[in-house]
């Protein structure tokens, strides 16, 4: 049965990964022979382990770099949304004070919410059921 890696071992280990798995590079930092670094590198297999970690590097990088894509988008579609709501105010303000070119009847209200539902669909992904809904005839939506 191998014995476990000491604490100082597993220094000399990381220090090596670091220094880009050079062992001569590191051997005057941790105070141990190039050839004893290269005894426990290949005794405690740290070309594997440091694949392992390359890997892990990998895949960190990876995470961050779609975790600021996503803040990014959420960032926009935020924008987006205070964009449309501003819009909608803007005109529901100039509808009221224009109170002649109003809704007038079902169809108007109507055209109207499908045009909103398409709007938010657009930032929100709403599900396909909403507009099902809105291409609805009058006397369905009265049902």
């Known amino acids: 049965m191998r014995r476990a890696e000491t604490d100082q071992q597993r220094a000399a280990f990381l220090a090596w990964y670091e220094a880009g798995r050079n062992s001569c590079r590191i051997a005057p930092n941790v105070a141990v022979p190039e050839r004893t670094l290269r005894l426990w590198a290949t005794k405690y297999d740290w070309q594997g382990r440091a694949d ?27 924008r987006q949304r205070d964009l449309g709501e501003a819009l909608v105010t803007l005109g529901g ?5 224009n109170s002649e070119i109003a809704i007038r009847d079902i169809k108007d209200a109507v055209l109207a919410i499908e045009k909103g539902f398409a709007l938010l669909h657009k930032v929100d992904a709403l599900p396909d059921w909403v507009f099902e809904v809105m291409e609805m005839s009058e006397e369905a939506l009265l049902q």
């Open 52 to 78: 392992k970690l390359d890997r892990e590097v990998v895949a960190r990088e990876n995470a961050k770099a779609e975790s600021e894509v996503v803040a990014r988008i959420v960032k926009m579609r935020k």
């Open 93 to 97: 303000n100039y509808l009221a004070k």
